[in-house]
Every structure is written in C-alpha cells, then in structure tokens.
C-alpha cells in the first residue's frame, strides 16, 4: 500500500526546490525566504511579453532597471532608427543579478506603482 504523505512533509519538499512557472528556463540554486513575489519561490504568476535585456542599475534591494535597444523603421526616409526602453523590475533574491549582467525579464500584474516586471533567469 501507498503512504499517505503529511501535509508537513508536502511543505518541506515544496521548499527545497522551485516551482515551474510555465517558460523554459533554469530554475535558480539558491532559495529565497521572505520574498513573496518571486515566481520560483513565491506567489507571483508570470505572463505575457518575454524580453531580454542589459541590468544597468541595482541601487535598491529587489529592484533593478534593465534596458534593451530595438530598431523601428522611419517610412518616411526608409530608415531604421535604434529604439531603446528602459523598465524597472524586481530582481528576486535567489536570482541576484547584478550591474551589467544580461537577464530575462516576463510580465507580471503590477508589483507597485512602476513595477510589473519579474527578473525570470539570469543568462551566462
């Protein structure tokens, strides 16, 4: 016969690994404790846009600002002209990017007033 397993014991083995979150992307080693909306470890739900971008600013803890460059056609002189957009994120704790590093951002509900973007994996 099977065993039954506690409902403790579900809690335990829910906290030594991550979660899926519905993308194709390595989980992160390490854990993070207290961060609720980290999508490995938390409560948050990721969805829509997937963008890949620079980190050029990490000043706050859990924030960081990520820019990436696109380029939009001028019709008028059949040129291309260099685009670039710059968002606040939130950088989970067990991600831990850093100033220069290349990252995957995915779309969230809003997170405060100008963050509804989630650091999701971290690129070598």
Same mark, same amino acid.
């Given at each position: 016969?099977?065993?039954?397993?506690?409902?403790?014991s579900r809690k335990k083995e829910s906290n030594k690994t991550s979660k899926q979150i519905g993308v194709d992307v390595k989980p992160p080693k390490d854990t993070c404790t207290g961060d609720k909306h980290c999508?490995?470890?938390?409560?948050?739900?990721?969805?829509?846009?997937?963008?890949?971008? +620079?980190?050029?600013?990490?000043?706050?803890?859990?924030?960081?600002?990520?820019?990436?460059?696109?380029?939009?056609?001028?019709?008028?002189?059949?040129?291309?002209?260099?685009?670039?957009?710059?968002?606040?994120?939130?950088?989970?704790?067990?991600?831990?990017? +850093?100033?220069?590093?290349?990252?995957?951002?995915?779309?969230?509900?809003?997170?405060? +007033?100008?963050?509804?973007?989630?650091?999701?994996?971290?690129?070598?």
């Amino acid at each position: 016969m099977t065993e039954k397993k506690s409902s403790e014991s579900r809690k335990k083995e829910s906290n030594k690994t991550s979660k899926q979150i519905g993308v194709d992307v390595k989980p992160p080693k390490d854990t993070c404790t207290g961060d609720k909306h980290c999508p490995f470890h938390g409560n948050a739900k990721v969805r829509g846009k997937i963008f890949t971008g +620079k980190v050029l600013r990490v000043k706050v803890p859990k924030m960081a600002q990520v820019e990436w460059t696109w380029k939009r056609l001028v019709p008028k002189y059949e040129r291309y002209e260099n685009k670039r957009t710059r968002l606040i994120v939130h950088s989970p704790t067990c991600i831990n990017a +850093k100033e220069g590093d290349t990252v995957k951002i995915m779309e969230t509900r809003k997170i405060s +007033k100008s963050k509804s973007f989630i650091i999701i994996e971290k690129q070598d």
